[in-house]
T-cell receptor
Framework: NAGVMQNPRHLVRRRGQEARLRCSPM?????VYWYRQLPEEGLKFMVY????????ESGMPKERFSAEFPKEGPSILRIQQVVRGDSAAYFC?????????????FGPGTRLTVT | AQSVTQLDSQVPVFEEAPVELRCNYS??????LFWYVQYPNQGLQLLLK??????LVESINGFEAEFNKSQTSFHLRKPSVHISDTAEYFC???????????FGAGTRLFVKA
């Protein structure tokens, strides 16, 4: 059973470009979470999605950031018009359906560098 | 609202010494508690979790954590650390019946020879 897959692992974008980060959850997992980890900081929750639904996006910046989890295919985190401050590691996690105590399985992350 | 505080940002320790990584949380409802470990340039992996029952939980590699409800703590301990334990450790909490997991800022454990 493959784990959570994220691609690309490393992404370099110039200021103003768009970044698309992909996440394929573990088989059987229908819940996806996105987190951002800035250098020397902890993990910050961004958004929680189920198939075709955004459940909680309270951690998403109001502008330039969007996320989706379509019925078919991976979850996408999209950052438009990137700025230097967007440089960070972005982690995706997935879990089984349910509430609370289910373990989240993390992908290896996408390290975004904005030049 | 929930929050998690990891009291130490870095903990240097010599190999084979004991270690305790501290974690306190706040929540108005009952919670599930987790410790995750992150090795360099990797994602997080679950180390151990408390859902219910015995307040002392153990991992397969010698770590243990004790849920203390009165002190709202979930400190992580290991009696004898190895060089390979060098990593960042994150404490996390989620409400029972909720879906969001809140992570602490992390504690960097550095084991020296």
């Amino acid at each position: 059973n493959a784990g959570v897959m994220q691609n690309p692992r490393h992404l370099v974008r110039r200021r103003g470009q768009e970044a698309r980060l992909r996440c394929s959850p573990m088989k059987g997992h229908s819940h996806v979470y996105w987190y951002r980890q800035l250098p020397e900081e902890g993990l910050k929750f961004m958004v929680y999605l189920q198939k075709e639904n955004i459940i909680d996006e309270s951690g998403m910046p109001k502008e330039r950031f969007s996320a989706e989890f379509p019925k078919e295919g991976p979850s996408i985190l999209r950052i438009q018009q990137v700025v230097r401050g967007d440089s960070a590691a972005y982690f995706c996690a997935s879990s089984l359906p349910g509430q609370g105590g289910y373990e989240q399985y993390f992908g290896p992350g996408t390290r975004l560098t904005v030049t | 609202a929930q929050s998690v505080t990891q009291l130490d940002s870095q903990v240097p320790v010599f190999e084979e010494a004991p270690v305790e990584l501290r974690c306190n949380y706040s929540s108005s409802v009952s919670v599930y508690l987790f410790w995750y470990v992150q090795y360099p340039n990797q994602g997080l992996q679950l180390l151990l979790k408390y859902l219910s029952g015995s307040t002392l939980v153990e991992s397969i590699n010698g770590f243990e954590a004790e849920f203390n409800k009165s002190q709202t703590s979930f400190h992580l301990r290991k009696p004898s650390v190895h060089i390979s334990d060098t990593a960042e450790y994150f404490c996390a909490v989620s409400e029972t019946g909720g879906f969001k997991t809140i992570f602490g800022a992390g504690t960097r454990l550095f084991v020296k020879a």
